[in-house]
């Protein structure tokens, strides 16, 4: 369509441009606006590549008349040449008198040879003149090939990005929508769905679809659920007489008006998590306690023998310990800690003594 339009070069404005072809069914064609933008300005690349290509051919012809006149004037400074020259033209000039004399004489495919006879070298010339114009050619179309496949893909980039780009609003719309409106962790999605179309907000989330909002709802739910368990853990640390032996229903009296409780979850809900927390804080006082045994300088790789040896070494060894509240803590489990100090004494005794302090001393020098 741009080609049809002479006056359509390589230096036209696109406003310009757009007001001659806005008529055209094929203009019309292509929807977006930008799309039209772009193709109209690689197809002014293309135009400067052709008079580019345009060029490079008048300056390949300039050359070709140059060698030519060259060519003559090196003939016109030979004497000899121009002498013999001559000789042949008045050697010409007589044959012909004395064909014009006796025409029944002359073949008539030497009467045509002489009327087309043309320098060979013209003609090789112009081939390869012609052929270079075809390689130029084909070069030209293949480019203009690869620029709209280059197009093409561009635009298809472009294309998803602004999909993401809108996606990505929806989705913020939503989550906002949902956490103005949904703050009851109970509720179900069919029920928030009926709440939701009530606020305009929910036709900005329209390129969404249902699966996606379900899944963000769904999302939104378990971060209440999550906030709501912090709040509760938090609520249980700040009670003092929370230890690993309480019971739920003795934690229960003490906390029951505090906000955090009432707003966590059913009873049987907060008594489960009360046990998981105790789970919890049983791990933790476990590996404090591990730390305490390896603070203790009493206890060496030795120390499983001299038990092997003398049976008071525990006590020895509990006695000193005892003085830390991380062993006190599991008074409630007196057997399970007493086996907690065997296996570390039997990891002490399968490592052996421990490497003197200078033996990686070497090591260090050479890699400096």
């Not at 009530?198 to 659920?225: M, P, Q, T, V």
């Not at 590996?287 to 499983?304: A, P, V, Y």
């Not at 038990?307 to 003085?323: F, G, P, S, V």
């Amino acid at each position: 369509m741009l080609r049809e339009h002479s006056d359509i070069d390589r230096h036209a404005r696109w406003s310009d441009v757009k007001k001659k072809v806005d008529s055209d069914s094929r203009y019309k064609s292509v929807e977006s606006s930008g799309q039209r933008e772009d193709w109209f300005r690689e197809y002014c690349k293309i135009l400067k590549e052709e008079k580019k290509k345009a060029k490079e051919k008048d300056r390949e012809h300039k050359k070709e008349k140059d060698k030519e006149k060259h060519k003559k004037k090196d003939k016109d400074k030979d004497p000899d040449k121009h002498s013999k020259d001559k000789s042949k033209q008045e050697h010409k000039l007589e044959k012909s008198k004395r064909d014009l004399e006796e025409p029944e004489d002359i073949p008539m495919k030497d009467a045509e040879e002489m009327e087309t006879d043309v320098p060979p070298g013209d003609d090789d010339r112009a081939k390869e003149l012609k052929e270079k114009q075809a390689r130029a050619e084909a070069s030209m179309r293949e480019r203009e090939k690869e620029v709209q496949r280059t197009l093409a893909t561009h635009m298809r980039d472009r294309d998803k990005e602004r999909e993401q780009h809108k996606r990505d609003e929806a989705i913020q719309h939503f989550n906002a929508l949902l956490s103005d409106l949904v703050r009851n962790s109970d509720l179900g999605w069919r029920e928030v769905k009926r709440l939701l179309r009530k606020d305009h907000r929910w036709d900005l989330a329209d390129s969404l679809s249902r699966e996606e909002k379900e899944k963000l709802f769904n999302e939104h739910i378990e971060h209440l659920i999550r906030k709501k368990r912090e709040k509760f853990r938090e609520l249980l640390d700040e009670t003092g007489d929370v230890t690993l032996t309480s019971t739920w229903k003795e934690i229960k009296k003490m906390i029951k008006e505090d906000p955090r409780y009432t707003k966590f979850a059913s009873s049987d809900r907060c008594e489960r998590e009360f046990k998981d927390y105790l789970k919890d804080k049983m791990i933790t006082a476990k590996g404090e306690f591990k730390e305490l045994l390896q603070e203790t300088k009493l206890i060496t790789h030795k120390s499983l023998t001299t038990l092997r040896e003398n049976e008071n070494h525990m006590q020895e060894i509990e006695d000193i310990l005892k003085n830390d509240r991380r062993y006190l803590v599991l008074d409630h489990i007196p057997e399970e800690r007493t086996q907690l100090i065997l296996n570390y004494l039997e990891e002490l005794d399968r490592r052996g003594p421990p490497p003197p302090p200078t033996a990686s001393e070497p090591s260090r020098r050479s890699v400096k």
